[in-house]
Each structure stands twice: as C-alpha cells, then as structure tokens.
C-alpha cells in the first residue's frame, strides 16, 4: 500500500501533508520501508518477472534430462 491514500487517525488529514508528528513518523517509515531491490515495480510486473524466472527453470530443468 502506498502511504498517499492513507489517512491519519491521529488528525484525519492525509499521511502524505505530514501535519501531525504521527503522519511525518508514517511518512518516513513507509519510505524506509520502500527502498528494497523490487520497491518500484508494480505487483503485475514482479507477477511477470516470476512466470519468466518460472518458465527459464522449467526449460533449464527439461534441458537437463
């Protein structure tokens, strides 16, 4: 989930104004969060990324027999 739909509970404005300590504490947290080797690509495409990893195994593991 992306942090600029999100909502504070603590001041009802969203995360991404960052008015309250709580909203900058998500903000922050939530792009710490964000910064692994995948964190910029959508769900489709590391979707797409494993049938291609899926179907280069199957073809090395066919190969092999």
């Given at each position: 989930?992306?942090?600029?739909?999100?909502?504070?509970?603590?001041?009802?404005?969203?995360?991404?104004?960052?008015?309250?300590?709580?909203?900058?504490?998500?903000?922050?947290?939530?792009r710490e969060q964000g910064q692994g080797p995948f964190a910029g690509l959508s769900p489709v495409m590391l979707a797409a990324l494993l049938v291609v990893f899926l179907g280069a195994l199957a073809l090395l593991a066919h190969q092999t027999v």
């Open positions: 989930m992306t942090y600029d739909r999100l909502v504070c509970a603590n001041c009802a404005a969203p995360v991404t104004e960052g008015r309250c300590p709580v909203c900058r504490a998500s903000r922050e947290r939530m």
